[in-house]
């Protein structure tokens, strides 16, 4: 069960936004943008009143399966510099108010989605939840170097479920937008692990920096952005793609396959602060890069019902 030793004493009265905090507010904005991106994409239009209640329910199930990780990682986000401030091992909310309001917030999500959309997309909403909070927090996470890789698949299911809401069915379109974020979010949380250095090693958590090292992070990140590169590169020539697209992921994919190589060319011998420097400069990119590559498929989406757009 989950360990909060280490959390300080609840004197504090907590406040509305310590309870938002638990929501994870930055994931739920990526959450909300490629479900919203997904949806739109599809070939089935929606009513706009049943489009935007069908996000919010996604918005708050990503925010449940936040509330429920920090609940769960009380005890490593107490060690960890990024993470100490968060409102357990601040010491701002109890722990088994953060359990309720993430089982709470789960149950409210899938059902609302259920009703407002369709059984399919509330079933994917809630193995996601599951996916994230059971499979990836209680499990992956602690226990391999694969726990990213693997637990990936939990922020790439956004799409698919946008996809549903609005279709009702499974397509291989949606599909390709979740394996452009399975394939992102590996060298981007090894690009963080990199440069915050320490933070993983005193946590215990089995990060791929602390079990096999720097350099053969570096060389992982190297591989898997290749791996992406072509795949989103070649997103472009299918039914979500188009010349918008085409030049987006030229550009982007460059970028950052150029980020990629300069981290790879780096090793141990160089400067503590030109490694930061050139890690830290990759995951600002990564942020951008993901955001960018899914204006670019909302962005055809937008402009196919006007007869431009695609390669059609």
Known sequence: MANTTGTQSFEYEAQLGDYFALLKPRVMQLV???????????????????????????????????????????????????????????????????????????????????????????????????????????????????????????????????????????SFEPWLMFALIFMWTPPHFWALALFMRGDYDDAGVPMLTVTHGRPSTRRHILAYTILLVILAIGTAFTAIGGPIYLVTALVLNALFLLGAYRIWQRDEDDSEADNYAVER???RLSLWYLFLHFGAILAEASLRPLGWGGWS
């Open 281 to 283: 400069k990759f995951f």
């Open 32 to 170: 909300v943008f490629t479900a919203l991106v997904g949806m739109l994409a599809a070939p089935t239009a929606v009513h706009p009143v049943v489009g935007f209640a069908s996000i919010l329910f996604v918005a708050i199930g990503a925010g449940a399966s936040g509330a429920l990780n920090m609940w769960w990682d009380a005890d490593i986000d107490a060690v960890m510099r990024r993470t100490a401030n968060r409102p357990i091992p601040a010491g701002k909310v109890q722990p088994g108010e953060a359990l309720a309001l993430g089982v709470a917030l789960s149950g409210l999500s899938v059902m609302m989605l259920a009703l407002s959309a369709n059984l399919l997309a509330a079933g994917m909403l809630l193995f996601t939840i599951l996916f994230y909070a059971v499979f990836y927090s209680m499990w992956l996470k602690r226990s391999t170097p694969q726990n990213i890789v693997i637990g990936g698949a939990a922020g790439a299911f956004p799409p698919v479920i946008g996809w549903i809401i609005a279709t009702g069915s499974f």
